[in-house]
Protein backbone atom coordinates (compact mmCIF):
# COMPACT_ATOMS: atom_id res chain seq x y z
CA UNK A 1 0.00 0.00 0.00
CA UNK A 2 1.42 3.47 -0.75
CA UNK A 3 0.65 6.97 -0.69
CA UNK A 4 2.51 9.88 -1.79
CA UNK A 5 1.41 13.44 -0.31
CA UNK A 6 3.17 16.89 0.65
CA UNK A 7 2.53 17.72 4.68
CA UNK A 8 3.40 20.94 5.71
CA UNK A 9 5.98 21.02 8.06
CA UNK A 10 4.27 22.23 12.11
CA UNK A 11 7.42 23.88 13.31
CA UNK A 12 8.34 27.35 12.06
CA UNK A 13 11.33 26.90 9.69
CA UNK A 14 14.54 28.83 10.23
CA UNK A 15 14.86 32.71 9.65
CA UNK A 16 17.07 31.84 7.05
CA UNK A 17 14.70 29.55 4.73
CA UNK A 18 11.47 30.38 3.22
CA UNK A 19 8.42 28.31 4.06
CA UNK A 20 9.03 24.60 3.13
CA UNK A 21 7.07 21.53 2.84
CA UNK A 22 7.98 17.81 3.56
CA UNK A 23 7.11 15.72 0.77
CA UNK A 24 6.22 12.15 1.89
CA UNK A 25 5.63 8.89 0.75
CA UNK A 26 3.70 6.23 3.27
CA UNK A 27 3.97 2.44 2.45
CA UNK A 28 3.00 -0.43 4.22
CA UNK A 29 5.32 -3.62 4.33
CA UNK A 30 4.51 -7.10 5.13
CA UNK A 31 6.76 -9.67 6.37
CA UNK A 32 5.25 -13.49 7.44
CA UNK A 33 7.20 -16.27 9.16
CA UNK A 34 5.68 -19.95 9.94
CA UNK A 35 6.40 -21.12 13.39
CA UNK A 36 5.38 -24.80 15.11
CA UNK A 37 3.70 -24.24 18.04
CA UNK A 38 5.91 -25.12 21.47
CA UNK A 39 2.89 -24.65 23.42
CA UNK A 40 -0.62 -26.17 24.01
CA UNK A 41 -3.87 -24.84 26.00
CA UNK A 42 -6.27 -27.80 27.07
CA UNK A 43 -9.58 -26.74 28.20
CA UNK A 44 -11.22 -29.25 30.36
CA UNK A 45 -14.18 -29.23 32.64
CA UNK A 46 -16.06 -31.31 34.80
CA UNK A 47 -19.84 -31.69 34.91
CA UNK A 48 -21.78 -33.27 37.79
CA UNK A 49 -25.65 -33.62 38.42
CA UNK A 50 -27.32 -34.04 41.84
CA UNK A 51 -30.79 -33.69 43.23
CA UNK A 52 -29.45 -31.02 45.96
CA UNK A 53 -26.99 -28.65 44.95
CA UNK A 54 -24.54 -29.56 48.21
CA UNK A 55 -25.06 -33.00 46.80
CA UNK A 56 -23.51 -31.68 42.97
CA UNK A 57 -20.99 -29.41 44.17
CA UNK A 58 -19.25 -32.26 46.42
CA UNK A 59 -19.60 -34.83 43.14
CA UNK A 60 -18.04 -32.37 41.21
CA UNK A 61 -15.24 -31.34 43.81
CA UNK A 62 -14.07 -34.61 44.08
CA UNK A 63 -14.30 -35.35 40.47
CA UNK A 64 -11.82 -32.54 39.97
CA UNK A 65 -9.58 -33.30 42.82
CA UNK A 66 -9.48 -36.65 40.37
CA UNK A 67 -8.48 -35.40 37.38
CA UNK A 68 -6.05 -32.62 38.84
CA UNK A 69 -4.25 -35.24 40.43
CA UNK A 70 -4.25 -37.39 37.39
CA UNK A 71 -2.84 -33.92 35.20
CA UNK A 72 -0.30 -33.85 38.28
CA UNK A 73 1.06 -37.22 37.84
CA UNK A 74 1.48 -36.69 34.16
CA UNK A 75 4.00 -34.08 34.53
CA UNK A 76 1.73 -30.90 34.60
CA UNK A 77 2.65 -28.79 37.54
CA UNK A 78 0.33 -26.42 39.67
CA UNK A 79 1.25 -23.57 38.02
CA UNK A 80 -0.05 -25.21 34.72
CA UNK A 81 -3.25 -25.47 35.76
CA UNK A 82 -5.82 -22.54 36.33
CA UNK A 83 -9.93 -22.41 37.14
CA UNK A 84 -11.59 -20.27 34.33
CA UNK A 85 -15.12 -20.76 35.66
CA UNK A 86 -17.33 -22.27 38.18
CA UNK A 87 -20.91 -22.22 37.38
CA UNK A 88 -23.91 -23.72 39.25
CA UNK A 89 -27.74 -23.75 37.93
CA UNK A 90 -30.42 -25.38 38.46
CA UNK A 91 -32.46 -28.32 36.25
CA UNK A 92 -35.54 -28.17 35.17
CA UNK A 93 -38.36 -30.57 34.71
CA UNK A 94 -40.15 -30.32 30.92
CA UNK A 95 -43.87 -30.74 32.00
CA UNK A 96 -45.90 -31.89 29.40
CA UNK A 97 -49.19 -30.03 30.16
CA UNK A 98 -47.53 -26.49 29.49
CA UNK A 99 -49.74 -24.99 32.12
CA UNK A 100 -47.94 -26.61 34.77
CA UNK A 101 -45.12 -24.76 35.81
CA UNK A 102 -41.43 -26.30 35.45
CA UNK A 103 -39.83 -27.36 38.83
CA UNK A 104 -36.57 -27.97 40.38
CA UNK A 105 -35.48 -31.17 39.98
CA UNK A 106 -31.63 -30.86 40.47
CA UNK A 107 -28.77 -28.85 40.23
CA UNK A 108 -25.57 -29.08 37.92
CA UNK A 109 -22.08 -27.96 38.55
CA UNK A 110 -19.65 -27.08 35.85
CA UNK A 111 -15.93 -26.51 37.27
CA UNK A 112 -14.05 -25.45 34.15
CA UNK A 113 -10.01 -25.85 33.95
CA UNK A 114 -7.23 -24.81 31.68
CA UNK A 115 -4.51 -26.55 31.18
CA UNK A 116 -0.45 -25.37 30.15
CA UNK A 117 1.29 -28.14 28.44
CA UNK A 118 4.90 -27.34 26.45
CA UNK A 119 5.60 -31.30 25.92
CA UNK A 120 3.13 -31.12 22.53
CA UNK A 121 3.91 -34.76 22.14
CA UNK A 122 2.06 -35.72 25.47
CA UNK A 123 -0.96 -34.28 24.39
CA UNK A 124 -2.85 -37.05 23.68
CA UNK A 125 -1.65 -39.09 26.16
CA UNK A 126 -2.86 -36.23 29.04
CA UNK A 127 -6.25 -35.74 27.75
CA UNK A 128 -6.61 -39.78 28.01
CA UNK A 129 -5.54 -39.00 31.69
CA UNK A 130 -7.96 -36.13 32.53
CA UNK A 131 -11.11 -37.91 30.59
CA UNK A 132 -10.26 -41.53 32.73
CA UNK A 133 -9.89 -39.37 35.97
CA UNK A 134 -13.34 -37.55 35.13
CA UNK A 135 -12.63 -34.77 32.95
CA UNK A 136 -16.23 -35.05 30.87
CA UNK A 137 -15.71 -32.21 28.90
CA UNK A 138 -12.68 -31.23 26.13
CA UNK A 139 -14.17 -28.06 25.31
CA UNK A 140 -11.07 -27.07 23.22
CA UNK A 141 -7.32 -27.74 22.59
CA UNK A 142 -5.17 -24.47 21.16
CA UNK A 143 -1.87 -24.64 19.81
CA UNK A 144 0.20 -21.57 19.98
CA UNK A 145 3.41 -20.05 21.21
CA UNK A 146 5.28 -19.17 24.43
CA UNK A 147 5.62 -15.25 25.33
CA UNK A 148 9.11 -15.65 24.54
CA UNK A 149 9.47 -17.56 21.45
CA UNK A 150 6.74 -15.31 19.95
CA UNK A 151 8.56 -12.19 21.00
CA UNK A 152 11.49 -13.64 18.79
CA UNK A 153 9.46 -14.52 15.94
CA UNK A 154 7.80 -11.27 15.41
CA UNK A 155 10.89 -9.33 15.90
CA UNK A 156 12.00 -11.70 12.77
CA UNK A 157 8.88 -10.58 10.94
CA UNK A 158 8.93 -6.89 11.83
CA UNK A 159 12.55 -7.59 9.86
CA UNK A 160 10.84 -8.89 6.94
CA UNK A 161 8.24 -6.23 6.78
CA UNK A 162 10.26 -3.32 7.30
CA UNK A 163 12.48 -4.78 4.12
CA UNK A 164 9.42 -4.90 2.29
CA UNK A 165 8.55 -1.41 3.25
CA UNK A 166 11.61 0.22 2.00
CA UNK A 167 12.10 -1.88 -1.23
CA UNK A 168 8.27 -0.35 -1.96
CA UNK A 169 9.65 3.23 -1.12
CA UNK A 170 12.59 2.94 -3.77
CA UNK A 171 10.76 1.31 -6.20
CA UNK A 172 8.04 4.39 -6.09
CA UNK A 173 11.07 7.15 -5.65
CA UNK A 174 12.22 5.57 -9.10
CA UNK A 175 9.31 5.17 -10.63
CA UNK A 176 8.76 8.95 -10.00
CA UNK A 177 11.81 10.01 -10.35
CA UNK A 178 12.69 11.76 -6.80
CA UNK A 179 14.97 11.03 -4.08
CA UNK A 180 14.21 9.29 -0.92
CA UNK A 181 15.96 11.10 2.25
CA UNK A 182 14.77 8.89 5.21
CA UNK A 183 11.81 7.42 7.26
CA UNK A 184 10.23 10.26 9.16
CA UNK A 185 8.14 7.76 10.78
CA UNK A 186 7.13 4.43 11.60
CA UNK A 187 4.17 1.93 12.93
CA UNK A 188 4.42 -1.71 13.61
CA UNK A 189 1.83 -3.92 14.08
CA UNK A 190 1.40 -7.69 14.56
CA UNK A 191 -1.13 -10.50 13.80
CA UNK A 192 -1.03 -14.12 14.90
CA UNK A 193 -3.77 -16.34 15.55
CA UNK A 194 -3.28 -19.56 17.65
CA UNK A 195 -4.36 -23.03 16.16
CA UNK A 196 -7.54 -24.25 17.77
CA UNK A 197 -9.90 -27.75 17.52
CA UNK A 198 -13.03 -27.16 19.58
CA UNK A 199 -15.08 -29.40 21.18
CA UNK A 200 -14.04 -33.55 20.24
CA UNK A 201 -14.43 -36.42 21.50
CA UNK A 202 -11.37 -38.34 22.81
CA UNK A 203 -10.77 -41.80 22.85
CA UNK A 204 -7.67 -43.91 23.84
CA UNK A 205 -4.26 -43.03 22.28
CA UNK A 206 -6.28 -39.60 21.18
CA UNK A 207 -3.84 -38.39 18.26
CA UNK A 208 -3.46 -34.91 18.03
CA UNK A 209 -1.50 -32.93 15.07
CA UNK A 210 -0.23 -29.31 16.30
CA UNK A 211 -0.06 -28.13 12.44
CA UNK A 212 2.30 -24.48 11.30
CA UNK A 213 1.46 -21.41 13.19
CA UNK A 214 1.74 -18.15 11.18
CA UNK A 215 3.25 -15.16 12.71
CA UNK A 216 2.54 -11.92 10.69
CA UNK A 217 3.87 -8.13 11.09
CA UNK A 218 3.19 -5.30 8.92
CA UNK A 219 5.07 -1.69 9.14
CA UNK A 220 3.42 1.35 8.09
CA UNK A 221 5.92 3.75 7.12
CA UNK A 222 6.41 7.25 6.06
CA UNK A 223 9.50 8.38 4.02
CA UNK A 224 10.35 12.13 3.13
CA UNK A 225 11.79 12.59 -0.19
CA UNK A 226 12.51 15.77 -2.50
Known sequence: MVFV???????????SLTNSATKTIQVTGTGT????????ILDLAVQTQAATATQATADNA???????????????????IQTVSYTLTPS?????????????????????????VNDLGSIGKILDQAISAGANEVQGVSFTLSSSTLATIQKQALQLALTDADG??????????????????????????????SRFAAT???????????????????????
Open 168 to 197: QAKAMATTLGVTIVGPISVTPGYEFQPTNY
Open 33 to 40: IPASPDQA
Open 204 to 226: AATPIQSGTLQVTATAQVTYAFT
Open 62 to 80: LAMANVIAALTRAGIGNNS
Open 5 to 15: STVALTRPPPT
Open 92 to 116: YSNPVNQSVPPTIIGYIAVNAIQVT
